[in-house]
């Protein structure tokens, strides 16, 4: 009898389980160093892309590519996501929240007066330089430079540090970007 009752409870657990494994939820949530290359590409080529939209058709059309960005790369839809951008300054330096992020890249929030949109800054190339990845199972980290070359060909470095992890569908999301200017030294 007792078996007979631990089987259908097992059973039950096993049929409560399929919806969400017919959904695509990932049970293996480990990041691979390929995957954290390819999102850093990923996030250099939508950086770009914002800018050549922005140049072509405005800011309304780079806003609503830079939401989709937002939307597709990082993890403001799991939580609060740790952003802080290159040129912010004090009260409003740290991008928690997906308006904030926004209105960085894109500008156009008055919530954020002080944003002109970073990623309209005619921006034609982008390439990450890693110092280092560290890779903890479901979880990634990157330190080193983004070079980003602007439409007069002036090459400007900012120091970036990217954390990685994997939502339910095993999509990378950027949890952590600390973006800074090299220090030029006195």
Not at 27 to 34: D, F, L
Not at 110 to 125: I, R, S, V
């Amino acid at each position: 009898m007792h078996t007979t009752i631990r089987n259908l409870a097992v059973l039950a657990l096993a049929a409560a389980t399929l919806p969400a494994i017919a959904k695509g939820v990932v049970v293996n949530q480990a990041i691979s160093e390929a995957e954290v290359l390819a999102a850093q590409q990923a996030w250099c080529k939508a950086l770009v892309d914002i800018s050549t939209v922005g140049a072509k058709e405005g800011q309304p059309a780079a806003k609503a590519l830079a939401e989709k960005v937002i939307d597709g790369a990082y993890a403001y839809q799991l939580g609060t996501v740790l952003f802080k951008p290159t040129l912010t300054v004090n009260p409003q330096t740290f991008r928690t929240t997906r308006a904030g992020a926004l209105a960085y890249f894109v500008g156009g929030d008055t919530a954020f007066p002080k944003d002109t949109g970073f990623a309209l800054k005619g921006w034609t190339q982008c390439q990450p330089v890693n110092a280092a990845v560290f890779i903890a199972g479901d979880s990634a980290t990157t330190m080193g430079k983004v070079n980003i070359t602007g439409q007069d060909g002036k090459v400007t470095t900012v120091d970036k540090t990217w954390k990685f992890v994997k939502d339910d569908a095993g999509k990378l999301r950027i949890a952590v970007h600390h973006s800074s200017l090299e220090y030029a030294g006195q």
